[in-house]
């Protein structure tokens, strides 16, 4: 099937309303923009007052620039995408390229150019590498080396291969140092099985990030998918991004939550912005006619490139900002990014609330990376291409008026921003240096710097470096220095404890984290450091704390680090804290349990969570007995809500408290006898129509799961669906009935389907449809009753014709597909002739989109759901558009919009969107918007269907009136 790809040189793809793309007619008479020379192009730039920007290189040096890094040497080398797109020849001919450039006169402008490599098949990034480079080129990460001293690579070496290949919008890139020595790379939304050709390991992306050790050619996943650049902070803060949401961070780190398969974490994807998704932005550029989208004008469409700036050469207020390129409209938009607690908050910055940091005039100017320069300023490759979007993308109709698609393909320019007052800081030759001088470049304000001194003293280890590096370490003025002296001596494997203990003293909390997490190489040597950072626990710095809670599941199980862990849980609502203190719980589950419990105030709420992460039958028992005793009015509200979750904790795990009443000791059997009252009393807190209806629904999602007795509660259930229960008890017993595994619950559920609102009926086939059986008695309900079968919302018609189970999908097509006109083009030809030219009435189509589109998007004030994008910038739309793409949604399918199922271990079934994934767990929005994290152990079987989430078969609910009424709405302010 045809997909839709978005991020590096997407032109203004945004997946609105229909998750497809918008074909626009070209006008009568195309008017192209003429390509500038490098001197105009570079007058046509526009940076705030008191900043020069300079062209360090131009064509014929440089052509197609994706990537920069700089080596030790001096060397600028430059990745050139020559065969974007679609190969040279347009059938896929490798053309990509690696050269360095020199500045033979040492001002930074580079005047020599040396082709180092080429033939390459879409090359993404490079990274000088010893006496190489290491360069990512689909499906392999190839090791480049002049063996010969000629300027040219002569030998190649494959390191991993297996990534994912396709359009070049979305293959893997960059490889970012970290300060552990390892390369991080993002996905790039392809994934693929990859494969180390040193050790053989082999691991599945899916919709991950990963890092790479090119020294022991270890591989692993890392938390969060980023589009086109993933990078991060002085501090090993990573960020990411998409083409239309530019920054996010990454506030979980992978590696710490596979310790704890039982820990559902919480989403560790946190917008950085104050606007999330397509934020507005300002180009200086004349605004063309588009052949797409052209709702997506002045917003953010192609976010790639990031960088945080790490150096504060441009100035202070500087350190730490985001330069976000966005190609499709000419500029680098700039954030300022500060802590917020365990993440991070960014907004734009003063003076910058209407325009952007760098933005040209010149239409053909394609910004697609930024990188911090070790000299200090602001490095951007602008790739110089008049048509920036996919061939795939453009209508036929365009590309004729087009003509050469790769118009721009023999240039290229690389753009230096700084100071207008002051020229950048010489750049020291590394590669020469000694150790001193390799230990002073650690002080430079550069991490550029800063970078490639570290790397030096890790392959070349000198002599004397590492009492330098431990003097440092501990008296260094910048504090970004003091760190990194710290992670060198790791990657020399000279870090001691005592420079980790001195460390955990630091006066600035950003060392003292990072000392922390140095600490985890020492719990085995040194146990007693334990003591150090547990003193850290009450650190006033949240992102310390976070730390603690994350690196004290390196020591062994003892009462102090126990009751340590209980105490970051106790105290901590941030949920970041909690959910790392769990991926530490296991080693210490005995003492931080007890610890919890003897502590003054903790919801048991909490000890439950607790309870359920680490497994624990003994605090599983003491919970119940707990629980149990609180039967009095103020307690029941909490009673009720812990009760609920130890039993869907009980029940995601397969097991039942009639199962643990038959294998449980006497203080279990004591414990379970004790609950017996307190399901006595939710029966009578749902049945009487005289309590709260906040304390009838909690009590209404215990019941049906005692040990006994669910007959008596089915049939109470049964009574609460009735026209008199008020929608919120109505909904929750619906929720409840979907726990009981009984044959009879669909048809309970449909007998009073005429009398159910929206709401409920939603809920109702949500858990009617939940289990394969249960899935096929709907079925065969809807097979017997057309007028039930018609009332069946579009999208749950769609996710089962195309369910995971065959028969279900096959029944599912004969019911609800007999009406629909499989010609989808027929179709749209006739709806577009009726509407076209006619005059729609707005405020029914207001009624329209919240009857049929807002479940799933929100447009402006109007609000409504987040399965697919906000359309708050929806502008312009066409009756061609709208017609072509509700009705044939599938006609173009992002990977992100493709519905997924789950089937899990206890015979239920899940569909929707993917919106996270970890190696612990992942997260299904579903179609009514409900986010279910679901374990990896709980799965059974997870797939792809192929299809859009947006439904075919909108006919039936949108006729010629109401699709003209809809047009009229979505073309007004939203």
């Not at 045809?2 to 008017?31: M, N, S």
């Not at 390129?325 to 607690?341: K, T």
């Not at 304000?445 to 440092?472: I, K, N, V």
Request: aromatic residues 6%; neutral net charge; charged residues 25%.
């Amino acid at each position: 099937m045809r997909r839709r790809y978005l991020g590096l040189l997407a032109a203004a793809l945004w997946p609105y309303l229909a998750f497809g793309y918008k074909e626009v007619p070209p006008p009568e008479k195309v008017v192209l923009p003429p390509a500038l020379g490098p001197a105009a192009s570079l007058a046509a730039v526009r940076v705030p007052a008191g900043f020069t920007v300079e062209l360090v290189a131009a064509e014929p040096l440089v052509m197609d620039p994706v990537d920069l890094a700089w080596g030790a040497d001096g060397r600028l080398w430059v990745v050139e995408m020559a065969d974007y797109p679609k190969g040279l020849d347009g059938r896929g001919q490798p053309g990509g390229r690696i050269r360095f450039l020199e500045s033979t006169r040492g001002d930074g402008r580079y005047d020599r150019s040396t082709l180092f490599a080429d033939g390459l098949k879409s090359p993404t990034a490079v990274r000088p590498w010893r006496d190489g480079v290491i360069v990512v080129s689909v499906p392999n990460i190839l090791f480049l080396r002049d063996t010969d001293g000629d300027g040219r690579a002569d030998e190649t070496t494959v390191l991993y291969r297996g990534l994912a290949e396709g359009n070049e919008q979305h293959l893997a890139n960059g490889l970012v140092w970290s300060l552990d020595g390892w390369l991080h790379l993002a996905d790039g939304d392809s994934g693929g099985k990859v494969q180390s050709l040193k050790t053989g390991k082999t691991v599945d992306l899916g919709r991950r990030d990963f890092r790479i050790h090119p020294e022991s050619g270890d591989i692993e996943v890392l938390t969060g998918m980023s589009q086109y650049g993933r990078t991060r902070d002085d501090w090993g803060n990573w960020f990411g991004g998409n083409n239309s949401n530019p920054l996010w961070h990454y506030a979980i780190e992978e590696h710490y939550l596979r310790r704890n398969p039982h820990l559902v974490p919480p989403n560790a994807f946190v917008t950085v912005g104050k606007v999330a998704g397509a934020a507005r932005i300002y180009p200086a550029s004349r605004t063309l006619a588009r052949f797409n989208d052209p709702h997506g004008f002045n917003h953010f469409t192609s976010a790639c490139g990031i960088a945080i700036y790490r150096d504060d050469f441009l100035g202070p207020e500087f350190a730490g900002n985001a330069f976000i390129c966005e190609p499709v409209h000419n500029l680098v938009h700039r954030q300022i990014v500060r802590p917020a607690g365990t993440t991070f908050a960014s907004e734009r910055a003063p003076g910058e609330q209407e325009s952007e940091f760098f933005a040209s005039a010149d239409n053909w100017s394609r910004f697609v990376a930024a990188r911090t320069g070790p000299d200090g300023a602001l490095y951007i490759a602008d790739m110089y291409r008049l048509v920036i979007e996919h061939p795939t993308w453009i209508p036929a109709a365009w590309q004729k008026e087009l003509g050469d698609l790769r118009a721009g393909a023999d240039k290229g320019r690389i753009y230096r921003v700084r100071p207008a007052d002051r020229a950048p800081r010489p750049v020291p030759r590394l590669d020469r240096a000694d150790a001193a001088a390799l230990v002073a470049a650690l002080e430079s304000p550069s991490g550029e710097l800063r970078d490639l001194a570290q790397q030096q003293l890790a392959w070349r280890r000198p002599s004397g470096a590492e009492a330098l590096l431990r003097t440092q370490a501990a008296q260094a003025a910048r504090a970004a220095t003091r760190a990194q002296a710290l992670w060198s001596l790791r990657t020399m494997d000279a870090l001691t404890a005592a420079d980790v203990r001195t460390a955990l003293r630091d006066g600035d909390a950003a060392v003292r984290r990072q000392a922390v997490r140095l600490a985890e190489d020492f719990a085995a040597a040194e146990p007693a450091l334990a003591e150090a950072v547990i003193a850290l626990a009450g650190d006033a710095e949240k992102a310390v704390r976070l730390q603690v809670a994350f690196s004290l599941g390196a020591w062994r199980e003892t009462a102090r680090v126990g009751a340590t862990l209980a105490k970051l849980v106790g105290e901590n609502s941030d949920g970041f804290i909690r959910a790392a203190a769990f991926s530490s719980a296991l080693p210490q589950a005995e003492a931080m349990l007890a610890a919890l419990q003897a502590a003054p105030g903790v919801p048991t709420a909490l000890l439950v969570e607790a309870a359920a992460v680490t497994e624990n039958s003994r605090a599983l028992a003491g919970l119940l007995e707990n629980v149990a005793a609180r039967r009095t009015a103020a307690d029941l509200p909490a009673a009720f809500g812990s009760l609920g979750q130890l039993l869907d904790w009980l029940q995601r795990n397969q097991k039942s408290l009639a199962q643990l009443q038959r294998l449980a000791d006497a203080p279990l059997q004591r414990a379970l006898g004790a609950t017996d009252l307190l399901f006595a009393e939710a029966r009578r807190v749902a049945g009487d129509p005289a309590e709260p209806v906040a304390l009838r629904t909690a009590a209404v999602r215990v019941l049906g799961r005692d040990r006994s007795r669910q007959a008596e509660d089915f049939a109470q259930l049964a009574g609460l669906l009735g026209p008199a229960a008020p929608e919120e008890l109505r909904l929750a017993t619906v929720a409840a009935l979907g726990k009981i595994n009984r044959s009879e619950v669909p048809e309970l559920l449909l007998k009073g389907w005429s009398g159910y609102g929206r709401a409920t009926r939603a809920a109702v086939v949500e858990a009617a449809t939940s289990r394969p059986a249960w899935t096929q008695a709907f079925l065969a309900a809807a097979e017997a009753d057309p007028v039930l079968a018609s009332q069946v919302e579009a999208g749950v018609r769609q996710r089962l014709m195309y369910h995971i189970d065959a028969r279900i999908a096959d029944r599912a097509v004969k019911i609800f597909a007999s009406g629909q006109d499989r010609n989808r083009q027929a179709l749209i030809d006739r709806m577009l002739a009726a509407v076209t030219g006619r005059a729609g009435d707005r405020a029914k189509g207001a009624a329209v989109f919240a009857q049929s589109c807002q479940s799933c998007h929100s447009f402006g004030r109007a609000g409504g759901g987040a399965l697919g994008p906000d359309l708050a910038v929806v502008k312009d739309r066409s009756a061609p558009y709208l017609v072509t793409h509700i009705f044939d949604p599938n006609r173009a399918v992002e990977d992100r919009y493709l519905m997924r199922a789950a089937t899990l271990q206890d015979g239920r079934s899940l569909a929707g969107m993917l919106v996270g994934e970890s190696t612990n767990s992942l997260v299904l929005r579903g179609l009514d918007g409900t986010e279910h994290t679901i374990l990896r152990q709980d799965l059974k079987l997870f797939v792809s269907s192929e299809r859009s989430l947006m439904p075919e078969g909108l006919e039936a609910a949108l006729d010629e009136t109401a699709m003209a009424d809809l047009i009229a709405y979505l073309g007004g302010n939203p």
